[in-house]
């Protein structure tokens, strides 16, 4: 009865995987489904793979747990700065490092150059999900369908080979294609081919060409500065109620006082940097946090007295006041408002720094509700993460 109902699985899954010599017409929309072990991710430009000179690649997003919601074991960390511009993609014990402006790769442990580089497509950074599959052991798979080429990356961890999982997801891939194809012009209804992988929209009758909408692509990272001490519990709560992380900014006066809260932070998962206004500061402060609390924080909120560029080489990570809400006065509706008015005029990231008095600690549930609601990716600001 099993073997009956295997084959009969395989059956259903083989009639959608059909057409793969028809023609593609020049004005077709080429269609791609990506799942991650068991879970089938939305269809949108956010995840959609791409590929370039015969090679596919896929939005290094999908290696981003906090925004699919699946661990595959792969983290990754981004570094903009006016000397470095580059993309590393780690494991516990293997890195890859992109250069994004020269175009290379290279192992990050050994030196080693690699035969790949990561691409900017749609102001998004795709990187070729073969050779990146291949370096840290994960598999990949390329399943043409009668809705889209479903590409899958698994960890071992999957509970469904593809065959089956293809045949389970068939109504979800069906009906995401028809919805992103009718997004693509609104006025028209999805047409199939006979192999079913493309499609072409009617023409808009106004004769503008339509586009898909975008999903909120800007990554947020939150910081206080903790100077008074006031509202820091209530914000502690308020980002565990969450399940937010954020970092945690102490001038080196403020350490001796506050080092039982300063465990409570980094016991929580979030992370901790300095306020210095000057090298002394930075010294005294780095000298305490290693001595009371045996952190090593490479993290600050540099004063006007400190030049960015120097801590950089020195191995600081300058953290960018783009969203500084610090010192705020009004009501709390107002700050929360102000602050995601300001969110949604960055692009691509938003670094939002609040201060620990009463009035953020009031306002930090409506911005994280309101930001989460419009789908933002609230992160954890690590090193690797900023500039």
């Not at 059909?18 to 017409?25: F, I």
């Not at 795709?126 to 390329?142: A, D, E, H, R, W």
């Not at 586009?211 to 502690?236: D, H, K, R």
Request: charged fraction near 20%.
């Amino acid at each position: 009865m099993r073997a009956w109902r295997r084959w009969l699985v395989c059956l259903c899954a083989a009639a959608l995987i059909v057409g793969l010599s028809v023609p593609a017409l020049a004005d077709e929309v080429t269609v791609y489904h990506t799942a991650l072990n068991d879970k089938l991710m939305e269809l949108s430009s956010d995840t959609m793979p791409a590929q370039v000179n015969g090679v596919l690649y896929v939005p290094y997003l999908v290696f981003d747990r906090d925004y699919t919601g699946v661990d595959l074991g792969v983290f990754y960390g981004l570094r903009h700065t006016d000397t470095a511009n580059t993309l590393t993609l780690y494991t516990v014990s293997s890195m890859l490092v992109f250069d994004l402006n020269a175009g290379t790769c290279v192992d990050g442990l050994t030196g080693e150059s690699k035969n790949m580089k990561a691409i900017y497509r749609n102001d998004k950074i795709y990187v070729p999900l073969g050779g990146v599959c291949s370096f840290f052991g994960l598999k990949s798979s390329y399943t043409p369908t009668s809705y889209g080429t479903l590409v899958r990356i698994t960890n071992g961890q999957e509970a469904q080979d593809t065959t089956t999982f293809v045949y389970a997801a068939a109504s979800q891939m069906k009906n995401r294609y028809n919805k992103y194809i009718s997004s693509l012009n609104p006025s028209s209804s999805p047409s199939q081919s006979p192999g079913g992988q493309t499609a072409s929209p009617s023409p808009s009758p106004t004769g503008q060409e339509s586009t898909p909408p975008e999903q909120n692509n800007v990554q947020v990272y939150l910081a206080f500065c903790c100077e008074t001490g006031e509202g820091l519990e209530s914000i502690l709560d308020t980002l565990a109620g969450s399940g937010t992380q954020a970092l945690f900014l102490f001038g080196a006066e403020e350490i001796p006082d506050s080092a039982q809260m300063i465990r409570r932070i980094v016991a929580s998962g979030h992370s901790v940097g300095l306020m210095a206004d000057s090298q002394a500061q930075l010294e005294q402060g780095s000298a305490l946090l290693e001595k009371l609390l045996y952190l090593r924080v490479h993290t600050v909120l540099p004063g006007e007295e400190l030049d960015e560029r120097t801590l950089e080489e020195a191995g600081w990570a300058c953290w960018p006041l783009d969203v500084d809400a610090r010192g705020a006065a009004g009501s709390q509706n107002t700050l929360s408002s102000e602050i995601v008015r300001r969110v949604g005029d960055r692009r691509h990231t938003a670094y939002v720094t609040m201060d620990d008095s009463s009035l953020s600690a009031g306002a930090l549930s409506r911005v994280l509700s309101t930001l989460r609601q419009e789908e933002y990716s609230i992160r954890l600001p690590v090193e690797t993460e900023l500039g």
